[in-house]
């Protein structure tokens, strides 16, 4: 795996690993906390494509906005797709973010 590269844009993270492993990014458990992600709320990823992870506060809602449309934008427009949705993480896993 190469190294894992976090990107804070104010609110918001971008998650790189080298543009084939980023989607596996959500089996590594100790990747997801605070210290890493200083978010609003729970953790909340997309992961519309293998290279694209996108993160925010399940209580930033102007981000979380930006971000299913974002992940169904990548996700239809780009290749090696891995799903349109939001995804929560409630300390142990991921499951699907419903707001």
Do not use: C, H
Not at 4 to 19: C, H, R, T
Not at 37 to 58: E, N
Not at 63 to 73: F, G, H, R, T
């Amino acid at each position: 795996m190469p190294d894992v590269e976090i990107i804070n844009l104010d609110g918001k993270f971008g998650v790189m690993a080298g543009g084939v492993y980023d989607a596996s990014l959500i089996l590594s458990k100790s990747m997801w906390n605070s210290e890493n992600f200083s978010v609003d709320g729970d953790i909340v990823i997309a992961v519309p494509t293998r290279d694209m992870v996108y993160v925010t506060g399940s209580k930033n809602r102007q981000e979380i906005n930006k971000l299913k449309s974002l992940a169904l934008k990548d996700f239809e427009n780009e290749n090696y797709q891995v799903s349109p949705y939001l995804f929560r993480y409630n300390g142990t896993a991921f499951e699907r973010f419903r707001d």
